[in-house]
Each structure stands twice: as structure tokens, then as C-alpha cells.
């Protein structure tokens, strides 16, 4: 029974460059979520997923921010031209349910990105 | 943006005390939850409440919601040092799609 993972789990860039966050979630959940952790804060919600239909974008940040979930399991979170501003934590999280308003996420480990 | 506060921001007891956070959010909601984070790792669900309900009780936690207040707070007996993390609430709005809106978060130092 393996929760969420999420690859890599640190992650430096350099100012401009493109980076790909990977989240592997629990078998089955149809529901997957991104989350972006400033140091200090509580998540922001970023996008939503309900199998490979990306339902909700309207916390990210830019149109640099793009995710992915093609056969509604893997999902993929990629940031283009990176600024030091995106420098967070990003979580991954999925859940079960259709009825997704009353169900707990389960959250990976997150990605330490740091852009220099 | 953050759905509300918490408060406090941090708090230092010693193991068996009882620790008190609340939590407070600005729109409507279908269910209200608590998560746990440790060090550098990921959110672990602790307790959902949903916005029918009062009060609930899971082990050594206790929750309570106040609709009308717009409040909820979670109540740890008997902390353990084992309790010492960051703990957010995170609410789920009427007519969303399930996105989690949380707190900035309380940290409690548990001394053995």
C-alpha cells in the first residue's frame, strides 16, 4: 500500500530554466491536487484533476504553470523560464471519492524547488 | 490567498499538558479539516468536520466547529512529544470542486 510519491525530492534551477515535478498517486484515486508551500505558510491550492479532465487551474500563479495528467494517474507539474519567486515546496495530494468535497487527501512528500 | 488565521501562531507546552489552536475562515463551507506536518514532509489528515456537525472526537482530539462564528478549534489532551509538528487547518467550500483553502498553520512545541 504506497501513498503518494513525488519525484524529485529536491530541486535546484537556475533562474530561467524549465523543471518538472512528478506525482505518483495512490492507486485508484481519481481525484489529484497541487499545492504550492511558501517557507512559513500553509498550502495554496494550484490545479485540480478528476482522472485526466483538469477541472479547476485557478490557482496557478502564471501561464508559466502547466500540469498534466494524460492517463489520469501520473501527473506532472512544469514550470517554465523559473523565477526566484517560485522557490516552495510543491505538494501533491489525491483522493478517492467523485464526491470529492467529503473526502480526506492523502499528500506526498512534496518537491523542495529552489531557484537561484 | 489564505482562507483565514489561526492562532495562535505558536505554541510551547510540556507533554501531558492539554494544546488548544483555533482557526478561523471567511466563506461558507461543506467541511472543515485538520492536518498534521512534520518537519519537512508532507500533510497528514488528522480529523474531518463537517458543517452539520459540532463537535468530534478522535482519540486524543477534539474538534469544534462554530458556523456561525466562522471558527473552529482542535484540542490535543495529554500531548505527547511525539505531537510537536505544524498543524493547519483546511476548509472545503459549498460549490467547489474539493480544493483544501487553509490556514497559515499553528506550531506546537510538545517538551518532554
Known amino acids: 500500500g504506497a501513498g503518494v510519491s513525488q519525484s524529485p525530492r529536491y530541486k535546484v534551477a537556475k533562474r530561467g530554466q524549465d523543471v518538472a515535478l512528478r506525482c505518483d498517486p495512490i492507486?485508484?484515486?481519481?481525484?489529484l491536487f497541487w499545492y504550492q508551500q511558501a517557507l512559513g505558510q500553509g498550502p495554496e491550492f494550484l490545479t485540480y484533476?478528476?482522472?485526466?479532465?483538469?477541472?479547476?487551474k485557478s490557482g496557478l500563479p502564471s501561464d508559466r504553470f502547466f500540469a498534466e495528467r494524460p492517463e489520469g494517474s501520473v501527473s506532472t507539474l512544469k514550470i517554465q523560464r523559473t523565477q526566484q519567486e517560485d522557490s516552495a515546496v510543491y505538494l501533491c495530494?489525491?483522493?478517492?471519492?467523485?464526491?470529492?468535497?467529503?473526502?480526506?487527501?492523502?499528500f506526498g512528500p512534496g518537491t523542495r524547488l529552489t531557484v537561484t | 490567498s489564505q482562507q483565514g488565521e489561526e492562532d495562535p501562531q505558536a505554541l510551547s507546552i510540556q507533554e501531558g499538558e492539554n494544546a488548544t489552536m483555533n482557526c478561523s475562515y471567511k466563506?461558507?463551507?461543506?467541511?472543515l479539516q485538520w492536518y498534521r506536518q512534520n518537519s519537512g514532509r508532507g500533510l497528514v489528515h488528522l480529523i474531518l468536520?463537517?458543517?452539520?456537525?459540532r463537535e468530534k472526537h478522535s482519540g486524543r482530539l477534539r474538534v469544534t466547529l462554530d458556523t456561525s462564528k466562522k471558527s473552529s478549534s482542535l484540542l490535543i489532551t495529554a500531548s505527547r512529544a511525539a505531537d510537536t509538528a505544524s498543524y493547519f487547518c483546511?476548509?472545503?467550500?459549498?460549490?467547489?470542486?474539493?480544493?483544501?483553502?487553509f490556514g497559515q498553520g499553528t506550531t506546537l512545541q510538545v517538551k518532554p
Open positions: 466563506t461558507s463551507i461543506n467541511n
Open positions: 492507486s485508484g484515486h481519481v481525484s
Open positions: 484533476f478528476q482522472n485526466e479532465a483538469q477541472l479547476d
Open positions: 495530494a489525491s483522493s478517492l471519492a467523485l464526491e470529492r468535497s467529503s473526502y480526506e487527501q492523502y
Open positions: 483546511a476548509t472545503v467550500g459549498s460549490s467547489n470542486t474539493g480544493k483544501l483553502i
Open positions: 468536520i463537517r458543517s452539520n456537525e
